[in-house]
């Protein structure tokens, strides 16, 4: 019986783990897709306003 109550240990353990990592890799992707999101706010803010943004030197 000693064995079965390591297996169940080892089992939960994993299960643990690969919850921890699937939650790393969520915050990963939202993390990410803010990234990309704020960027395509500003180039589109770039895009229709780019005098404003971009003062180019003379």
């Known amino acids: 019986?000693?064995?079965l109550n390591m297996?169940?240990?080892l089992l939960l353990l994993i299960l643990a783990s690969l919850q921890g990592c699937t939650v790393l890799a969520v915050a990963d992707a939202a993390g990410s897709a803010a990234v990309y999101g704020l960027?395509?706010?500003?180039n589109t803010v770039d895009a229709i306003t780019?005098?404003?943004v971009n003062k180019k030197k003379k």
């Open 50 to 52: 780019p005098d404003v």
């Open 39 to 42: 960027k395509t706010v500003v």
């Open 1 to 3: 019986m000693g064995g």
């Open 7 to 9: 297996n169940k240990m």
